[in-house]
T-cell receptor
Framework: AQSVTQLGSHVSVSEGALVLLRCNYS??????LFWYVQYPNQGLQLLLK??????LVKGINGFEAEFKKSETSFHLTKPSAHMSDAAEYFC?????????FGAGTILRVKS | DAGVIQSPRHEVTEMGQEVTLRCKPI?????LFWYRQTMMRGLELLIY????????DSGMPEDRFSAKMPNASFSTLKIQPSEPRDSAVYFC?????????????FGEGSRLTVL
């Protein structure tokens, strides 16, 4: 069955530091992969997605992710963290026209 | 353009009472999804509709839960009778076309507390 695993339920970085949130997927077919972000007391919103084509995907707010088939990974990165990036981030995979989400990673940004 | 609208935003009720959560999807979207979010289980898909027809309700926990979509602009999720373990944030989301390559637009959620 297709699924995603997010490594680390909490990640803490200093403002200006690199953000790296890890996601590994399990899929028997080429997956469609997504990252969503949830700010406190809000719904989720799409950061970026990989369907086909270029394996390095750029999203909103300076985030990007790279699809690595050999590592079955889709890690999310941002070169320099900002206080406004503090939120919960969800990796997701499309399974038969529905999204299955990972457990989420809470990102804390320290000043 | 208005996003996905959910009501109520907060609901506190007592065990055994009926709860109805409401959702208005984005106009023109043909898919509607109901998710439940809890600390223990994360985000779970309960049911989804395509063109107002339920397609997959395998995530509905039990018969106490039911969902309807009488028209393209309105859906309800009903719990009867409610139990404390139903306490969660319930999200409605909508999309246009195949969600595998598209984008889900989420509402702000309905936070349910069952005492």
């Amino acid at each position: 069955a297709q699924s995603v695993t997010q490594l680390g339920s909490h990640v803490s970085v200093s403002e200006g530091a690199l953000v790296l949130l890890r996601c590994n997927y399990s899929s028997s077919v080429p997956p469609y992969l997504f990252w969503y972000v949830q700010y406190p007391n809000q719904g989720l919103q799409l950061l970026l997605k990989y369907t086909t084509g270029a394996t390095l995907v750029k999203g909103i707010n300076g985030f990007e992710a790279e699809f690595k088939k050999s590592e079955t990974s889709f890690h999310l990165t941002k070169p320099s963290a900002h206080m406004s990036d503090a939120a919960e981030y969800f990796c997701a995979v499309s399974v038969r026209n529905k999204l299955v989400f990972g457990a989420g990673t809470i990102l804390r940004v320290k000043s | 353009d208005a996003g996905v609208i959910q009501s109520p935003r907060h609901e506190v009720t007592e065990m055994g009472q009926e709860v109805t959560l409401r959702c208005k999807p984005i106009s023109g979207h043909d898919y509607l999804f109901w998710y439940r979010q809890t600390m223990m289980r994360g985000l779970e898909l309960l049911i989804y509709f395509n063109n107002n027809v339920p397609i997959d309700d395998s995530g509905m926990p039990e018969d106490r839960f039911s969902a309807k979509m009488p028209n393209a602009s309105f859906s309800t999720l009903k719990i009867q009778p409610s139990e404390p373990r139903d306490s969660a944030v319930y999200f409605c989301a909508s999309s246009f076309g195949f969600v595998g390559t598209g984008e889900l637009f989420f509402g702000e959620g309905s936070r349910l507390t069952v005492l």
